[in-house]
């Protein structure tokens, strides 16, 4: 393969890389919950029921902020069903995934353990069936100072300091017909304004994400966005952004080039929060909040049949699928400056990328680009230009060969190289403008024998990274050559 030329000025900053964009998403699905991260009955268990081997490899990834109850779920949950004495609590029929809920993980566990793993909380309220009034009673359960009804019943409950949660989903995927209280988008609004604006009678201080357009496949895409965004005005301070993508097609080279389409996808959006900030005149803008993204095509159940914590999408990850991973995230740094919030989802079982069996735990392929780039995370994003080989796709057009983002952080650069190529390594070198000397300090390499390679229980990893060295540099300009299918972070001192 003819070599690629990545060019970086590390002046040429686009913003800075908002720690949020490496989110995750736990929702009441399935086994994320329950079986997941939730087990009170597993050796592994800590005081608070949670599977200690689940939570130190998410710690691993350094998650910051996480999204609850749901997703789909959440339209037809109601939190009040989730708080108390656990013995009290209803178990429920759930309809989104038509599972039974127990209710015995709710509001208090999930901010409990949102507080352990320093995660900033993201809740989601049920516009669904729920009410505006109960929003508002939710942030006043979860925010007030006591001396309220439902702030008095969270101290009854053994929390007397307010939890301050900060983020707030106003609803999920209210635009998809397969949403429970799914209506059109002047109604949506309607109801999300009243939401808003009771919620910040309690709590001023909190920020919402109203719902954008869940797939661009529906007829509905970017007009229900604008609607949405012209009535809610200053009350929207973030719109979600929701994207699966997968290789039904079963073309390897297509499905690599699946970073292009959310680079679309979020031009699109943002040109939306742009007309419409333009259109009504306003000084606030809403940012871009993906709030729920990954690979996902192979397991398609999502009938729970009335189980508690059945077997619901546990997603089996491969190479390829790493891959792609790395180009979300390689497209939420370049675009830093609209990107804010990100949530991968899930975090276990659903769509994750770790995997329970009963007392053992999967680490997927997707666990390593998320946790080689949250490692490196810090800093403000750098325009790059690559010029090197491309090749053709059906749907992106011409794509380049390396896939590639880069943050720079007070002397550091911090480099994301994906090499598409299904069969040629690829030469490459990082010109830095403006320096005189960029030094190599370490990386590494994820790749695999294969597209189609995965981890398996009791086997050793066949997809993992591992320490990477082969690095030269001279002046201002570094030279290495890439595997086929890979992906590298590396890091770099500039002087």
């Not at 939190?79 to 656990?86: A, I, L, N, S, Y």
């Not at 669904?128 to 939710?138: D, I, L, N, S, V």
């Amino acid at each position: 393969m003819q070599r690629t030329v990545i060019r970086v000025h590390p002046g040429m900053t686009i913003g800075p890389v908002d720690p949020r964009i490496f989110g995750g998403f736990l929702e009441h699905m399935g086994r994320a919950v329950y079986g997941g991260i939730f087990e009170p009955d597993s050796p592994l268990a800590d005081a608070f029921g949670c599977r200690t081997d689940v939570l130190s490899h998410l710690e691993q990834l350094d998650m910051s902020v996480m999204r609850y109850p749901g997703g789909n779920f959440v339209s037809g949950y109601h939190w009040r069903d989730g708080v108390g004495p656990v013995e009290q609590r209803p178990t429920v029929r759930e309809l989104a995934w038509n599972s039974l809920e127990p209710n015995t993980f709710g509001t208090d566990e999930f901010l409990s353990l949102c507080e352990r793993m320093a995660w900033t909380p993201m809740m989601a309220v049920n516009l669904g069936t729920g009410t505006p009034e109960e929003a508002r009673e939710w942030v006043e359960y979860c925010n007030a100072p006591i001396g309220t009804t439902s702030s008095d019943l969270r101290a009854s409950h053994g929390r007397t300091d307010p939890y301050r949660v900060g983020l707030w989903c106003l609803g999920n995927e209210m635009d998809g017909p397969w949403q429970l209280g799914h209506v059109p988008a002047e109604e949506y609004a309607a109801r999300a304004k009243a939401a808003a604006q009771l919620m910040r009678e309690v709590d001023p201080a909190i920020s919402t994400v109203v719902c954008g357009s869940s797939t661009p496949d529906l007829a509905s895409y970017l007009e229900w966005d604008r609607v949405v965004l012209e009535q809610l005005g200053e009350d929207a301070d973030f719109l979600s952004v929701h994207r699966y993508v997968n290789n039904l097609g079963g073309d390897t080279p297509e499905f690599l080039a699946s970073g292009r389409q959310i680079d679309r996808q979020i031009e699109e959006a943002d040109a939306v929060c742009r007309f419409v900030q333009g259109r009504t005149r306003s000084r606030k803008r809403p940012y871009l909040c993906f709030d729920e993204w990954n690979v996902w095509y192979k397991d398609f159940e999502m009938d729970g049949h009335g189980a508690v914590a059945p077997h619901l999408i546990e997603e089996v990850y491969n190479l390829e699928d790493a891959l792609v991973v790395a180009g979300f995230l390689n497209s939420f740094i370049r675009r830093a400056d609209v990107v804010r919030i990100a949530n991968l989802a899930q975090i276990v079982n659903v769509i994750a990328p770790l995997l329970t069996r009963g007392d053992d735990l999967l680490v997927q392929s997707i666990f390593h680009p998320f946790q080689m780039m949250s490692a490196r995370r810090r800093g403000s994003s750098l325009r790059v230009v690559v010029d090197g080989p491309t090749y053709s796709t059906r749907e992106s057009g011409e794509v380049p060969f390396l896939d590639v983002s880069a943050i720079v952080d007070d002397g550091l650069l911090h480099l994301f190289i994906v090499n598409r190529s299904t069969d040629h390594p690829a030469p490459l070198e990082i010109d830095v403008a403006a320096i005189s000397a960029l030094t190599f300090v370490d990386a590494e390499l994820l790749t695999g024998p294969g597209a189609k390679a995965v981890n398996d229980f009791g086997a050793p990893p066949v997809v993992s990274p591992h320490a990477f060295d082969d690095v030269t540099s001279s002046g201002a300009i570094a030279r290495t050559e890439l595997p086929p299918l890979s992906f590298l972070a590396a890091s770099f001192t500039m002087a």
